[in-house]
């Protein structure tokens, strides 16, 4: 079983940047691939990006350029940095773990309750 509580969403101005932090419980972290997603009301969940237990990281091309996935399984976290930010972005941005990395929603058995990330123009 693993809990993951996501942190860092706020209110920035496009272009700015914000990370966003997600801290995982359990002793088995590591055996986890780690996901970003983001949904906006009356949309599916989006997602973002993904890195796997070996650290292969994998981007949504909206994304891509502007933000970094990362993880350390010392401290079991996994962050997600983002940088030039646009209106666009804007989304409740949702950790998640599974096994498998990759995009599809499926693949993860474990959620987050999300954070709001806003951006103004």
């Known amino acids: 079983q693993v809990q993951l509580v996501e942190s860092g969403g706020g209110l920035v101005q496009a272009g700015g940047s914000l990370r966003l932090s997600c801290a995982a419980s359990?002793?088995?972290?590591?055996?986890?691939?780690m996901g970003w997603f983001r949904q906006v009301p009356g949309k599916e969940r989006e997602f973002v990006a993904t890195i796997s237990q070996s650290t292969s990281t994998y981007y949504a091309d909206s994304v891509k350029g502007r933000f970094t996935i990362s993880r350390d399984n010392a401290k079991k976290t996994v962050a997600l940095q983002m940088n030039s930010l646009k209106p666009e972005d804007t989304a409740v941005y949702y950790c998640a773990a599974g096994l498998l990395p990759g995009s599809n929603t499926q693949r993860y058995n474990y959620w987050g309750q999300g954070t709001q990330v806003t951006v103004s123009s």
């Open positions: 359990g002793r088995t972290f590591r055996s986890y691939a």
